[in-house]
């Protein structure tokens, strides 16, 4: 990646026209081909950008200036966009190697959750305990199979934010798990961090149980006895 400091204007043409005036902004030119101008303020999102693929040229205007073309390639969507910087003072100017990057892990999500319940079954109901995650059938894994404190089959689904979509997805799993004689009757628990009111009518209606997750809980950094309010 290239990080330039630089006073600079900046010209769009293209689906519509743009212009940034002379002023200071950071410009990055990242190894995949994209260029984007940033100013000190607006949070992430950059002033102005071209997504890859795109070429990027280096000149001189007749003035001496540095001015760099960034050109994307025409589509049949319309003509080429074009992105014209012309530099008055670099104030920095670097490149880095950043390597492969690995992805982002989001803390929370659906996986990391199934993993602390699997570790905790009665916090989704009293007495349930853990027969096996990921329990196999011909239309996809259940996320938790568990037995109540009567033996009883539940099958759970975990979402971090429960709609209506996932009650359906549930819904699917218990007609195809109550037609197998060694686990009938199966009913089943909604879990998630949040559940949509129109979710959770619709599994009441279907006789699927709601359980809102307390992530925070679950992980031991949140101990609800401790609160004040």
């Given amino acids: 990646m290239r990080l330039v400091v630089a006073r600079c204007q900046v010209d769009y043409a293209g689906r519509l026209t743009a212009h940034l005036p002379m002023a200071t902004r950071v410009i990055m030119l990242k190894s995949d081909g994209s260029v984007l101008v940033h100013s000190d303020g607006g949070s992430y999102k ?19 200036a540095v001015e760099w073309t960034v050109t994307s390639r025409s589509t049949a969507k319309g003509p080429e966009d074009t992105l014209r910087i012309l530099v008055e003072e670099i104030l920095h100017d670097s490149s880095h190697d950043l390597g492969i990057d690995p992805g982002l892990r989001k803390d929370g999500v659906e996986k990391h959750l199934q993993e602390l ?51 359906e997805q549930l819904t699917r799993y218990l007609e ?24 959770r009518v619709l599994a ?18 949140d101990d609800a006895e401790a609160r004040l309010f």
């Fill in 46 to 64: 950059p002033l102005n950008w071209m997504s890859p693929p795109c070429t990027v040229r280096e000149g001189l205007t007749e003035d001496g």
């Fill in 117 to 167: 319940l699997a570790e905790h079954p009665a916090t989704l109901a009293d007495g349930l305990t853990l027969v096996r995650r990921e329990f196999p059938t011909a239309i996809g894994p259940v996320d938790l199979m568990c037995r109540d404190g009567e033996g009883r089959s539940v099958a759970v689904e975990i979402k971090r934010r429960g709609e209506i979509d996932g009650v």
């Fill in 176 to 199: 195809l798990l109550n037609r197998d004689p060694l686990l009938a009757p199966v009913r089943g628990i909604f879990a998630a961090q949040e559940i949509k009111p129109q979710a």
């Fill in 204 to 221: 009441t209606d279907r006789g699927i149980s709601c359980a809102l997750v307390d992530y925070d809980a679950l992980r031991g950094m």
